[in-house]
């Protein structure tokens, strides 16, 4: 089995700053890529930012400049550091990573989400 965890959502003015983190954890022989998906009241989850074993990295264009998304390999942890918040980035924040379990086959892993809320 394998869990993701993830922590540091909140309430934040905007123009401040969060970071997430998304920790796997259980029986994992490896991990691709690892990345954020949000989800916005009333609107479809969209992707966020996504890094790839080899640290290339993807944003959607509404982060680019504001978000980083960076990974411990060591820890299997990635980070979304967001800066310059907008209420727009309002949103319940998913991270998954391709995990390839000992014993299985990959795919992709959630963690159950973490709120972010930007207001004043």
């Known amino acids: 089995q394998v869990q993701l965890v993830e922590s540091g959502g909140g309430l934040v003015q905007p123009g401040g700053s969060l970071r997430l983190s998304c920790a796997a954890s259980g029986s994992i022989f490896s991990i691709y890529a690892m990345g954020w998906h949000r989800q916005a009241p009333g609107k479809q989850r969209e992707l966020v930012a996504a890094i790839a074993s080899g640290g290339s990295t993807n944003y959607a264009d509404s982060v680019k400049g504001r978000f980083t998304i960076s990974r411990d390999n060591a820890k299997n942890t990635v980070y979304l550091q967001m800066n310059s918040l907008k209420p727009e980035d309002t949103a319940v924040y998913y991270c998954?990573?391709?995990?390839?379990?000992?014993?299985?086959?990959?795919?992709?892993?959630w963690g159950k989400g973490t709120l972010v809320t930007v207001s004043s």
């Open positions: 998954y990573s391709t995990v390839v379990p000992y014993n299985a086959d990959g795919m992709d892993y």
